[in-house]
């Protein structure tokens, strides 16, 4: 821009005019524009295309204001006698000129409206008119279109003096001059014109007179594919079919000025012709779908991925900006509008959001319409290990039947890990003593039991069961595993003894207690509630028992000396106990009872006979053995040891009565005279 027609913002990159611009001085303005990030040495340049679009501020001038042309009655019609030329600065439609006669004095004349060639309409023999003047006007096809005029005067050389002569010499034109271009060998044309649009006239001179200065246009090369049409005698150039820049952004056409004379005489001109761009094409991305991935918990402004658009227009048609549409999740991302980059704008969590699938990606050029596409993002968050696994519940309490075979499985545990793949891979141990009575499974998390159980031996196991995923810096996540181990009856009631001894004094009273039994059964619940009773040995219901206690009583009153059937032994009595448990089926055990009836002294001795009668001579010597006394006590023990004593009937002592047998001896002579008769009183204690 070395004449400062224009102004850059350097904030925001906006271009604005300072000066007029002028397309007839300049109609394409190539601008080089330069950023640079602060005081940084990096900075990076663009090309700015800016085409000055013609607007209609020129009228067509012709080269003269007037001009005479002789013509003679020998001219038949069609001949020309003129070339009116004029040019239009503009460019297109606004230098495109059509000719007209706009007043005449005579319909004499006609004009090529394209090229300006006046032409006879018929011969001027019988006129007697010596001049025409023509208007001719040059007017081009702008809006509101511009005109110029010229005056040509026409001079009849048909009416001549009968006695005058005329002399005329002409001078004959040898071709000895080349034609020469004086149009421009640059050219512009918008890439959206229609077939048969004017682009450029091609101007030759030829300074030579008649044919030998008749040029003709030619196109030698450069139009291989047909695009253009050259009228060879105007040299206008028109398009013949329709332009496409992205195909072919430039044509350069060799063309020829070829006079008429013999030999005819040439030049050549490179003529370049520009296409413009039109803002016709629509940006495409090179996939339609962006498929990546992306690490979770990373820092916003991690870079993703970087789409790329093409547009094959030029300039700031061509020129694109990126942008991410709204959608779901769209906030957590953020693209360069001018590089296509996207980055994160937040930390990602896979186990929040573990797909993004962005269906509005677009890419729009800076042309005016603008044009857009979208493409389609699809971003996979990798899953990083940051959770542990965790248990439902952080303990659990179960019960579990003793009597379950080894092997059994009593719980499935479960733990879950957020994490993907590896990560959320969780793997089951336990930790703390099991007293070698269960085991889990390391993938199903299953606890089974690695040995029979016996609740009596151990009723309860707490211990901790632990998930670990593959993270070796991770906490461990544990519950505390409660097992409750449910009792069988499987244990009989067992008797402290299986042989007891009691003794009861005859003579209590009924529900008198004799003896308390134990039997201990180590089943819990109603498996180990023992109950007893009398199974055998209890003839006519001489005892009872306490079913719950174990006390063993009385029912009714004892008597030692009761001789009945269910005795032993006189004073003794046998009984069998049971011990049974509530369970199902119950189980019981025994125990032996031997009950001894303590004797009371409540029977007195009772003799044999209430009296004795023996008879002894007189003449028995003394120490003889009389007669033996004998009684009987029901009692027993002490209470059955008889003494024996005389009372009466020996106060002079003729007899000796042994306290323990009861034997009666003669201590004395008898002499039956003097007593013929004694009578003992003997008292058994």
Excluded at 95 to 122: C, E, H, M, W
Excluded at 186 to 200: A, P, Q, T
Excluded at 358 to 370: A, M, T, Y
Excluded at 491 to 509: I, R, T
Aim: hydrophobic share 35%; with cysteine; charged share 20%.
């Amino acid at each position: 821009d070395p004449h400062g027609r224009f102004s850059i913002d350097p904030q925001f990159g906006i271009i604005r005019t300072k000066k007029q611009l002028d397309h007839e001085t300049q109609s394409v303005v190539v601008l080089t524009v330069q950023s640079q990030l602060g005081n940084s040495p990096i900075y990076s340049s663009t090309q700015v295309n800016i085409s000055v679009i013609d607007i209609n501020d020129n009228p067509p001038i012709f080269l003269t204001q007037s001009d005479r042309v002789t013509i003679s009655h020998t001219q038949p019609p069609g001949t020309a006698v003129y070339i009116a030329h004029a040019k239009d600065k503009d460019s297109g439609l606004n230098g495109a000129i059509k000719y007209s006669i706009a007043s005449k004095q005579s319909n004499a004349f006609s004009i090529d409206p394209s090229l300006g060639v006046v032409n006879l309409t018929r011969t001027v023999f019988a006129d007697k008119q010596h001049e025409y003047t023509l208007h001719i006007a040059a007017e081009d096809s702008g809006i509101p279109p511009l005109t110029s005029s010229l005056i040509l005067t026409a001079i009849n050389m048909t009416d001549r003096r009968l006695d005058s002569l005329a002399a005329k010499i002409v001078i004959l034109d040898i071709n000895d001059n080349s034609p020469s271009f004086t149009s421009s060998p640059l050219s512009y044309v918008m890439e959206d014109v229609e077939v048969g649009f004017l682009v450029h006239r091609i101007i030759a001179k030829d300074p030579d007179e008649g044919r030998n200065g008749q040029v003709t246009y030619h196109i030698l090369s450069g139009n291989e594919n047909k695009a253009f049409v050259l009228d060879k005698i105007t040299g206008l150039l028109t398009t013949a079919q329709l332009l496409d820049r992205e195909i072919q952004n430039c044509y350069n056409l060799t063309v020829m000025a070829l006079d008429d004379g013999s030999p005819a005489l040439s030049a050549t001109q490179v003529l370049t012709i520009v296409v413009l761009d039109v803002n016709d094409e629509t940006p495409i991305f090179l996939k339609q779908l962006y498929e990546t991935a992306v690490r979770e918990n990373q820092d916003s402004g991690q870079f993703v991925l970087k789409v790329e658009a093409v547009d094959r227009d030029a300039g700031l048609n061509s020129l694109l900006r990126y942008e991410i549409l709204p959608g779901t999740g769209y906030e957590k991302f953020k693209m360069n509008a001018n590089s296509g980059e996207l980055v994160t704008t937040a930390s990602l969590d896979r186990e929040t959001q573990e797909v993004f699938s962005i269906k509005g990606n677009s890419c729009r050029d800076l042309g005016s319409p603008s044009r857009s596409s979208t493409a389609q993002l699809y971003l996979m968050v990798l899953d990083e290990n940051d959770h542990s696994p965790m248990f439902a519940k952080t303990q659990y309490q179960i019960s579990v039947r003793e009597d379950l075979e080894e092997g059994s499985a009593i719980l499935d545990l479960f733990a879950s890990d957020k994490d993907d793949g590896l990560n959320g891979e969780v793997m089951y141990s336990l930790i703390d003593d099991t007293f070698g009575a269960f085991a889990i499974d390391s993938v199903t998390g299953s606890i089974v039991t690695t040995k029979a159980l016996d609740r009596e031996t151990k009723s309860q196991y707490t211990f901790r069961a632990v998930a670990s995923d593959c993270s070796t810096h991770l906490p461990r996540s544990s519950t505390v595993m409660t097992i409750l181990i449910q009792d069988v009856n499987d244990n009989v009631p067992k008797f402290e003894q299986s042989y007891y001894k009691a003794s009861v004094w005859e003579g209590q009273s009924p529900k008198t207690d004799i003896i308390q039994v134990f039997a201990t059964d180590l089943d819990s619940g109603l498996n180990g509630e023992t109950e007893y009773s009398i199974l055998s040995g209890n003839e006519n219901a001489t005892f009872l028992i306490d079913s719950s206690r174990g006390i063993l009583a009385t029912n009714t009153v004892l008597d030692h000396e009761n001789a009945s059937s269910y005795r032993e032994t006189a004073s003794s009595h046998r009984l069998v106990l049971l011990a049974s448990d509530r369970g199902t089926p119950s189980l019981n055990s025994t125990a032996t009872v031997l009950i001894t009836v303590l004797d009371v002294n409540d029977n007195p001795p009772v003799f044999s006979s209430p009296e004795y009668h023996i008879h002894v001579k007189e003449s028995i010597p003394v120490g003889s053995h009389v007669t033996e006394v004998s009684a009987n006590d029901c009692d027993a023990g002490t209470n059955a040891e008889i003494t024996y004593a005389i009372i009466s009937g020996n106060d002079r002592g003729h007899f000796r009565l042994d306290g323990k047998t009861g034997s009666v001896d003669l201590m004395k002579t008898l002499d039956y005279e003097d007593t013929m008769k004694f009578t003992l009183i003997i008292q058994a204690t």
